[in-house]
């Protein structure tokens, strides 16, 4: 038997919670929330209903709270990319501020010295130096646009994945995240394929002919864009490319690359060169950082210097140290602390990021750096450990899932007088604080914004060797 929906009327909504989230309380009972920010007064209908908590989504505003204001763009409310737009900056770094204090008390329950003061952008907007943007042919249509009946032309869309919706696109026309000439590329694909009736990818039957672009605008003023098909037509794809160059004179390095298979990762595809150099190049101080079509670099620039600096900082090196810059990427951490590190050790699973940090490396004139691929609980043994020297200072930056156990079991054996954690996940931070706990004290946190507009938080933590200490 099917359980009847629940809905509560008129809750205030209190707080903010983790992931994004808000939340109120009904009889002792914590509901979270999606859609709503503290002081909003809602229905809400439940999804989940359980003994101490229930979850659920805004049907019907009564009241909304005073701390909003009007959202600049005209995709928000069904575009999953800026969804804290009605928050005012400050707030949104208040609340990430509070998560992250709250997710090391509670789920590390470690002792934490006070939280440094987030670091916000200064750059709200335009702050993105990636973006993704997909063709289908299944054009995401607003509850309007299907209550007027009236029948609905174009079915194209070239921009964002509906949330929660696989098939369904939002045709983007004016993005904030990143810097023109972003819209200009992507509209002038849009309006040449509509004159020349370009099919558009049919994420349901897999077949179509434009499928995804990807834009890098960088602040070293090049621009790289690799157009993905999902099959090849050699006179139509270099006629669009053509226009492209002919229309967007900025554009220093143009790609394409044919997939035809069922998902869009690139992983496994070879981007070809159609102009220019193949690659760009980004900077951050001094440093000079190659960036292929496929390789992971910080999505904001500017403050993704700001991340690195306060890494730097925490590691306290004076040029005698060896550094360990596990889940290293394209090496670019062990690059930036490397004048003032003795040596630096890189690990990174991916073979080809592996071979970006060695060029990155090279680039910079940097000798004493070293990078090895695979994976961290592989490689960091006593024999590599033994091999390349006892860490001074171990820097990790893993992915959202966090550390391996077996690699936080490791750290601990292996006892580095410093340990600077970067997170991009406090939660998955806080549970590998908790069992780092059992060596090492927290003695820096400092929660920097990468991403406004979002719920995501990036935190970095100082723990030192109980016994150092
Ligand atoms: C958050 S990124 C950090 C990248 C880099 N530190 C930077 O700032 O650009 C995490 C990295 O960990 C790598 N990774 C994930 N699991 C891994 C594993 N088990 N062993 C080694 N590297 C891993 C990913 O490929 C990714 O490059």
């Known amino acids: ?232 037509d050699k006179k139509a794809r270099i006629a669009l490319l053509d226009h492209l160059l002919a229309r967007v004179p900025g554009i220093t390095t143009l790609l394409y690359t044919i997939n035809a298979k069922f998902n869009d990762s690139l992983h496994d595809q070879e981007p070809i060169v159609y102009f220019g150099k193949g690659y760009a190049v980004e900077q951050l101080e001094d440093f000079q950082f190659k960036i292929s079509p496929k390789s992971f670099f910080q999505t904001n620039t500017r403050q993704g210097e700001r991340l690195y600096q306060i890494t730097r900082d925490f590691a306290e090196l004076t040029g005698k140290e060896t550094v360990y810059d596990l889940y290293c990427g394209t090496g670019s951490i062990g690059i930036f602390v490397s004048r003032k590190a003795a040596k630096v050790i890189g690990v990174e699973v991916i073979e080809d990021a592996i071979a970006d940090a060695k060029e990155n490396a090279a680039l910079n004139n940097i000798k004493h750096a070293a990078f090895f691929a695979g994976d961290v609980i592989d490689i960091c043994d006593n024999s590599f450990f033994s091999t390349h020297g006892r860490p001074d200072v171990i820097i990790t930056d893993p992915p959202r899932a966090g550390m ?44 920097v914004d990468m991403f406004p507009h979002t719920h995501h938080i990036e935190n970095v933590v100082q723990l030192k060797k109980r016994n150092y200490v």
């Open 404 to 447: 391996h156990e077996k690699l936080v079991q490791k750290i601990l054996e292996i006892g580095a007088p410093t340990v600077v954690y970067v997170s991009c996940n406090p939660s998955t931070q806080a549970r590998d604080l908790g069992l780092l706990d059992a060596g090492y004290m927290v003695t820096k946190v400092q929660p």
């Open 1 to 232: 038997m099917r359980k009847k929906k629940v809905r509560l009327e008129k809750l205030t909504v209190e707080d903010y919670a983790a992931g994004g989230k808000s939340l109120g309380r009904v009889e002792g009972k914590v509901v979270f929330i999606e859609g709503a920010v503290p002081g909003d007064v809602v229905d809400v209908q439940l999804g989940k209903n359980k003994k101490d908590w229930a979850e659920g989504r805004v049907e019907r505003f009564h009241s909304y709270s005073k701390d909003r204001v009007d959202p600049f763009c005209e995709h928000f409310g069904t575009c999953g990319g800026c969804k804290w737009q009605m928050l005012p900056y400050e707030k949104q770094l208040e609340y990430k501020q509070q998560e992250v204090e709250q997710q090391l008390r509670r789920i590390g329950k470690v002792e934490i010295p006070a939280v440094l003061p987030i670091i916000g952008c200064k750059d709200t907007r335009y702050y993105r130096n990636k973006l993704e943007f997909t063709a289908s042919n299944r054009r995401y249509l607003s509850a309007a646009e299907i209550k007027s009946g009236a029948e609905i032309l174009p079915e194209n869309a070239l921009g964002f994945h509906v949330p929660r919706l696989f098939d369904k696109v939002i045709d983007i026309q004016n993005c904030h995240l990143m810097a023109e000439p972003t819209n200009l590329i992507k509209n002038t694909i849009r309006a040449y394929a509509a004159a020349n009736q370009l099919e558009y990818y049919d994420i349901r039957e897999h077949r179509g002919f434009l499928r995804t672009l990807l834009i890098r605008v960088l602040t070293t003023g090049e621009v790289m864009v690799n157009l993905v098909f999902g099959r090849e």
